[in-house]
Structures are given as C-alpha cells and as structure tokens.
C-alpha cells in the first residue's frame, strides 16, 4: 500500500511560482514512477510530468520550459516546481504513483492562478 500527500498549493498572481511537495510512503519509492497530474473544472485529468525509477522526465507540451518534476527518493519526496504560471494552470493538482503492480492518487491540492 502506497500513501500520497501532497502540500504547497494556494492562489498565486500570474507569473508567480509554486512548489507542490508529495510526500509518499512505501518500501520501494526508488523503483516507482511518479507523476503529478492535474484537473480543472468540467476537464478530464491529464498528466503534468513524470518523473521515473533511473531520473528520466517527461512533461506536458503546455508546461515545457516551466515546470520542473524532482524526486528526493531518501526523503521519499516528489516536487513540482512551477514558474510562469498562468491562469490556464488553474486546476486540482494531484500525485501519482505507478507500481509494478498498481497505482496510487494523493487526495489533491488546488492551485489557483488569478490577478
């Protein structure tokens, strides 16, 4: 069983920055992937970046060039940092992690992006 905990969310002006953390649990953190997704209103949920077992990372065409995924696997940590942000941005925000065997959801934090 894996449990996720995501923190850092808030309402923040356009071009300002955020750093969510997700803190997870589980005896093999090293070998998940992990990924943060997000969600805004009447929207499906759909992946931000990923980050896998050996570092690699994969990222939205829309968040390219501003956000960056980083992983703490001592502190079983997940980061997403986020700059540049635009009202677009707006959404649920929520932490991800794919097992060999299943995959586990935090409960989401919201991030606003408004003047």
């Known amino acids: 069983q894996v449990q996720l905990v995501e923190s850092g969310g808030g309402l923040v002006q356009p071009g300002g920055s955020l750093r969510l953390s997700c803190a997870a649990s589980g005896p093999f953190f090293s070998l998940y992937t992990m990924g943060w997704y997000r969600q805004a209103p009447g929207e499906q949920r759909e992946l931000v970046a990923d980050?896998?077992?050996?570092?690699?990372?994969n990222y939205a065409d829309s968040v390219k060039g501003r956000f960056t995924i980083s992983r703490d696997n001592a502190k079983k940590m997940v980061y997403l940092q986020m700059n540049s942000l635009k009202p677009e941005d707006t959404a649920v925000y929520y932490c991800?992690?794919?097992?060999?065997?299943?995959?586990?959801w935090g409960q989401g934090t919201q991030v606003t992006v408004s003047s």
């Open positions: 991800n992690a794919l097992t060999s065997l299943n995959t586990y």
């Open positions: 980050i896998r077992h050996d570092s690699s990372t």
